[in-house]
């Protein structure tokens, strides 16, 4: 049961120090930047396809696809202490990858840690309309029940989509086109909202007249939900593509998606 | 060319916010733009008016006109990161004198805690804070029965500090060493629509702050109530409204799940 007295209030309600013109600004953090495996890579890339995985059921899918690492964004507030040399669904890590077998150039992003609100429009940046181009992108996140402002029933599985209008106009007379992402995901509705950098990503994409797509799912993890997600993937936007446990046998443990705050995060273990 | 521009401040119970929802709403207003200011922290969701189109993206901070009203209205949906405050009005302040405003109309609701001299026989009491004159006082306000917010004294520190700041002449740090002070008169100069109002004043721009008291709660009552006020003061006619409420407002889309979904049945 919530607690009423400590937990933190629903986003319409304000503490006094987010109202006050006179709370000091936080000291100032270092801009985020790309590193690339390529030492000279294309600058900027200019993917047909640009997929953002936040969501725990888009991590663990995206885990057990085949791809290269080509790259990582370094958020230097995060500390890499306790990542593994190779990929791995624990580490806190943003790396990005070239999808192999898929058609033209598509690039994933993994994001593996969670990003500060404060951080997320430069993240955002960092990503879009600064280093990367992409024709289209695609962000997977979870619902956010502080956020959401209809039920979520546990036992319900579901997914819901925002766009931009570029997108959006891939829809014909007869409400079907044959340019849209995710056509059969019902639209997000009015009145709730999504925070944090899906929402600065898919900003960025409408101020940038680039086609985006945010689709969120629920629940946050679990076996039928990363059902879903691999569903919806592998049969509207990545159709063909190759899905499997990878050669590094992490997937049992996280074949239902893990939690990204899991326990083990603590910097107290490394 | 719309020359007034509205705008919410954050507040208490988002009365701001939600009496710009019914003025956009009510006037059809069409959306023009966005703002891409790095304060604000994001948000996305869906058209936040109308129930068709559907799909049509809302963001943080956007920009409506009303042209038969001559009005642009600033709708802000989220925070502004902790701290920067004073940076975002003075980008805003930026924005409007570069684009031609004339007049800024701020809306903001005041906490009811704080209301020191209550007085019921005059109903829900609009407040204002205007530019005009060095008092505050303006006499359009003064003639819709409206009283200048008694609490504004630009001799007062913080009010002091805040014009300093806008007009640059002064740094942010020199607020440091109020920290340990606060006292009551600090509440005012402490809120947004304050640093609205100082930063749009010291553009030369006409700026008024137009302010109710509530509670949170249910506050859709109290930004009715503030909509109103600023309907009036901006002449808008109710004939130019869209909506069949009383009023001839038209309650936006998203309201319907304004404060969240109805308790579940199956408990009882």
């Given at each position: 049961?919530?607690?009423?007295?400590?937990?933190?209030?629903?986003?319409?309600?304000?503490?006094?120090?987010?109202?006050?013109?006179?709370?000091?600004?936080?000291?100032?953090?270092?801009?985020?930047?790309?590193?690339?495996?390529?030492?000279?890579?294309?600058?900027?890339?200019?993917?047909?396809?640009?997929?953002?995985?936040?969501?725990?059921?888009?991590?663990?899918?995206?885990?057990?696809?085949?791809?290269?690492?080509?790259?990582?964004?370094?958020l230097p507030e995060v500390p890499f202490s306790g990542n593994s040399v190779q990929p791995s669904l624990r580490d806190r890590s943003c790396n990005i990858y070239a999808l192999n077998g898929a058609d033209q150039l598509t690039i994933l992003v993994?994001?593996?840690?969670?990003?500060?609100?404060?951080?997320?429009?430069?993240?955002?940046?960092?990503?879009i309309n600064e280093q990367m181009l992409p024709e289209r992108v695609l962000i997977l996140d979870s619902v956010q029940s502080r956020n959401f402002r209809g039920t979520l029933p546990p036992d319900d599985t579901f997914a819901l989509k925002l766009?931009?209008?570029?997108?959006?106009?891939?829809?014909?007379?007869?409400?079907?086109?044959?340019?849209?992402?995710?056509?059969?995901?019902?639209?997000?509705?009015?009145?709730?909202?999504?925070?944090?950098?899906?929402?600065?990503?898919?900003?960025?994409?409408?101020?940038?007249?680039?086609?985006?797509?945010?689709?969120?799912?629920?629940?946050?993890?679990?076996?039928?939900?990363?059902?879903?997600?691999?569903?919806?993937?592998?049969?509207?936007?990545?159709?063909?593509?190759?899905?499997?446990?990878?050669?590094?046998?992490?997937?049992?443990?996280?074949?239902?998606?893990?939690?990204?705050?899991?326990?083990?995060?603590?910097?107290?273990?490394? | 060319?719309?020359?007034?521009?509205?705008?919410?401040?954050?507040?208490?119970?988002?009365?701001?916010?939600?009496?710009?929802?019914?003025?956009?709403?009510?006037?059809?207003?069409?959306?023009?733009?966005?703002?891409?200011?790095?304060?604000?922290?994001?948000?996305?969701?869906?058209?936040?008016?109308?129930?068709?189109?559907?799909?049509?993206?809302?963001?943080?901070?956007?920009?409506?006109?009303?042209?038969?009203?001559?009005?642009?209205?600033?709708?802000?949906?989220?925070?502004?990161?902790?701290?920067?405050?004073?940076?975002?009005?003075?980008?805003?302040?930026?924005?409007?004198?570069?684009?031609?405003?004339?007049?800024?109309?701020?809306?903001?609701?005041?906490?009811?805690?704080?209301?020191?001299?209550?007085?019921?026989?005059?109903?829900?009491?609009?407040?204002?804070?205007?530019?005009?004159?060095?008092?505050?006082?303006?006499?359009?306000?003064?003639?819709?029965?409206?009283?200048?917010?008694?609490?504004?004294?630009?001799?007062?520190?913080?009010?002091?500090?805040?014009?300093?700041?806008?007009?640059?002449?002064?740094?942010?740090?020199?607020?440091?060493?109020?920290?340990?002070?606060?006292?009551?008169?600090?509440?005012?100069?402490?809120?947004?629509?304050?640093?609205?109002?100082?930063?749009?004043?010291?553009?030369?721009?006409?700026?008024?702050?137009?302010?109710?008291?509530?509670?949170?709660?249910?506050?859709?009552?109290?930004?009715?109530?503030?909509?109103?006020?600023?309907?009036?003061?901006?002449?808008?006619?109710?004939?130019?409204?869209?909506?069949?409420?009383?009023?001839?407002?038209?309650?936006?889309?998203?309201?319907?799940?304004?404060?969240?979904?109805?308790?579940?049945?199956?408990?009882?």
């Open positions: 049961m919530e607690d009423v007295l400590t937990d933190i209030p629903p986003p319409s309600r304000f503490f006094l120090e987010d109202l006050n013109n006179f709370t000091p600004p936080p000291p100032p953090l270092p801009y985020p930047f790309l590193l690339f495996s390529n030492p000279n890579p294309t600058k900027p890339l200019r993917p047909s396809l640009l997929i953002i995985a936040l969501s725990s059921p888009s991590l663990n899918f995206f885990h057990h696809v085949s791809k290269t690492l080509i790259g990582t964004l370094i993994s994001v593996q840690y969670a990003v500060a609100a404060e951080r997320a429009h430069a993240v955002a940046k960092m990503l766009e931009t209008s570029v997108e959006r106009k891939g829809v014909g007379d007869d409400g079907r086109g044959d340019s849209q992402l995710l056509k059969g995901v019902d639209y997000f509705p009015s009145g709730s909202v999504v925070d944090g950098l899906a929402a600065a990503l898919l900003s960025r994409c409408q101020m940038n007249k680039i086609k985006g797509t945010l689709c969120v799912s629920w629940p946050e993890s679990g076996g039928s939900v990363t059902s879903l997600v691999k569903s919806l993937l592998l049969k509207d936007v990545l159709p063909g593509l190759e899905h499997g446990i990878n050669s590094f046998g992490e997937g049992e443990h996280f074949r239902f998606g893990g939690n990204k705050d899991h326990l083990l995060d603590s910097d107290l273990y490394t | 060319m719309p020359y007034v521009l509205d705008k919410p401040a954050l507040s208490i119970g988002n009365v701001g916010q939600l009496a710009v929802d019914l003025l956009i709403s009510s006037t059809r207003a069409d959306r023009i733009g966005y703002f891409d200011d790095p304060n604000i922290l994001p948000c996305v969701g869906n058209d936040a008016y109308w129930p068709a189109p559907r799909g049509h993206l809302a963001l943080p901070l956007e920009a409506y006109d009303s042209l038969s009203n001559a009005l642009t209205i600033v709708q802000q949906r989220s925070p502004v990161s902790k701290g920067m405050m004073v940076e975002f009005a003075m980008s805003l302040a930026d924005f409007a004198a570069a684009s031609g405003k004339k007049h800024i109309v701020v809306l903001s609701s005041l906490d009811f805690v704080r209301w020191q001299t209550i007085d019921m026989s005059s109903g829900l009491q609009i407040y204002y804070l205007s530019s005009i004159n060095i008092d505050g006082t303006d006499d359009e306000c003064e003639k819709l029965g409206w009283k200048r917010l008694p609490e504004y004294n630009l001799a007062q520190r913080r009010w002091k500090y805040l014009s300093d700041l806008a007009e640059g002449n002064a740094l942010q740090e020199d607020c440091m060493e109020f920290e340990d002070e606060a006292g009551e008169e600090d509440y005012y100069p402490s809120l947004p629509f304050a640093a609205m109002f100082s930063c749009f004043k010291a553009k030369g721009l006409k700026v008024t702050c137009l302010l109710c008291y509530c509670s949170e709660g249910d506050n859709i009552p109290d930004s009715f109530h503030l909509a109103e006020a600023a309907s009036k003061f901006l002449g808008l006619s109710p004939d130019n409204r869209q909506g069949n409420e009383g009023g001839k407002w038209v309650i936006p889309f998203s309201w319907q799940s304004l404060y969240g979904p109805p308790p579940d049945m199956s408990l009882f």
